[in-house]
């Protein structure tokens, strides 16, 4: 046996901030009960736009779950959302009060995330813009625009749209001196980085890592960009019906934002300590498809590859799967190339399974998702409830698994699977079991 898999990751602690939910308990009886957090875009005025709606946060206080927040003063909403989900996450394991016990070494406690770009300044932007422009002579004044951008953007949230700085503000304020990392491969993010955490744990780099991801692309360049992509819904006649996973009606995926944090933990450093143990991360695979941008390859063999190989690291076969947590993004293409790929992989097992997105009620959170997938497949097991796929009404013959439509169902699963297949052709896939000692 390689020294790659001589130690057992285990997770110990676990935070969301949702659509659903600021908490895992709030969002989980939320998806249990098929509710939708889609509803008109409230961050701007986006009522001349092709899609009009998303899932958004509302409500969200970090001093709720912080009581200095000076840190994050001119943070993107990203950073606040991981803050508020790491400070969850590391309650939940009992490292809030236990990080000065002795029993943890900072310095072999990294931070590895997925997630997005950071503040986007568009106001001042587009007003320094517009302003250095001469419509007359159709001419632009660089120095004039340099010169309002020195006076209008703010040099904290200038910093604060580098990719590394959510990761950094959290190990700065929890003291987490070990490995710092941030991938953004696209909606495979934070599984990524939970999969690449774990090896970093499995190679004996680190006893523990915070690991997951946060994002929003709830802004006009955002929405703009997926718009003249064709990707998002424009069923603005029934936006909780738009996200649709699987469904042959499905013309688009939805927006969402949000963030996902898990402490993952070498087994004995989780058992020294007390920690109480939610979960065992087993398998983790990623490849890239290189086929094209936007679109999986139509054989899938990115994402069969992908599975299968998380599959052959955690040991198990696919009839010992109990649940699949699709990307399931409610596009034509990936829900038809992820279905193909499941039944490639599982064989006669893919009759049996059940599968489902949770995309259909929370949008999609692009490098979010992935963290915010996986605790939902943790909390499946240790309730016995999987969350069901809504606005499920028409099947498609090209789809023809069991997509748990419509309504959430009681069933034991022992493992998961969850699925992240990114723009790009980044795919990863993670494994997840019940802790048996």
């Not at 927040?69 to 508020?84: P, Q």
């Not at 996200?243 to 949000?258: H, Q, T, W």
Request: proline content about 4%; aromatic content about 8%; overall charge negative.
């Amino acid at each position: 046996m390689s020294r790659k898999y001589q130690r057992r990751i285990v997770i110990t602690g676990m935070g969301v901030v949702t659509p659903l939910g600021d908490d895992i308990d709030t969002m989980f009886k939320a998806l249990l009960e098929g509710r939708s957090g889609v509803g008109p875009i409230r961050n701007f005025d986006a009522s001349t736009f092709p899609t009009n709606f998303a899932a958004e946060v509302h409500g969200f206080q970090l001093s709720s779950w912080i009581k200095d927040c000076s840190r994050w003063e001119h943070s993107g909403i990203n950073s606040k959302f991981a803050a508020a989900a790491a400070k969850q996450a590391l309650a939940n394991s009992g490292l809030i009060e236990g990080m000065n016990s002795g029993k943890v070494d900072r310095n072999r406690f990294g931070v590895y995330l997925g997630s997005g770009e950071g503040i986007h300044d568009f106001h001042n932007l587009m007003w320094e813009t517009a302003n250095s422009y001469d419509p007359s002579t159709r001419k632009f004044d660089y120095a004039k625009f340099c010169k309002g951008g020195r006076e209008s953007f703010h040099v904290g949230s200038e910093a604060d749209q580098e990719l590394h700085t959510t990761a950094m503000h959290l190990a700065a304020y929890f003291g987490l001196n070990g490995p710092n990392f941030n991938c953004l491969t696209a909606c495979a993010a934070s599984s990524q980085a939970i999969g690449e955490a774990m090896d970093l744990i499995r190679i004996g780099d680190c006893d523990m890592v915070l690991a997951g991801g946060s994002h929003s692309m709830i802004h006009p360049l955002g929405v703009t960009g997926f718009n003249l992509l064709t990707a998002l819904s424009t069923n603005k006649a029934n936006p909780q019906g738009a996200s649709r996973p699987f469904d042959k009606e499905r013309d688009g995926f939805v927006l969402g934002e949000g963030a996902g944090m898990l402490v993952l933990e070498e087994l004995e450093h989780a058992k020294k300590r007390g920690a109480n143990i939610l979960a065992e991360l087993t398998g983790y695979f990623s490849t890239a498809d290189a086929f094209r941008v936007t679109d999986s390859h139509p054989e899938g063999r990115g994402a069969i590859a992908c599975i299968d190989g998380a599959l052959k690291d955690a040991g198990v076969t696919p009839s010992q799967i109990g649940y699949v947590n699709a990307h399931g993004t409610s596009t034509q293409v990936n829900d038809r190339v992820e279905s193909l790929a499941v039944k490639h992989v599982f064989g006669e097992a893919a009759k049996h399974v059940p599968v489902s997105s949770i995309k259909s009620m929370m949008g999609h959170l692009i490098a979010a998702a992935g963290a915010v997938e996986l605790i939902t497949c943790v909390e499946a097991m240790r309730t016995g409830w999987l969350p069901p796929t809504i606005n499920y009404e028409h099947p498609d013959p090209e789809c023809d698994l069991d997509y748990i439509p419509n309504k959430a169902r009681q069933s034991k699963a022992l493992h998961c699977l969850s699925n992240s297949f990114g723009f790009g052709g980044q795919n990863t896939s993670l494994v997840v079991s019940a802790f048996t000692g």
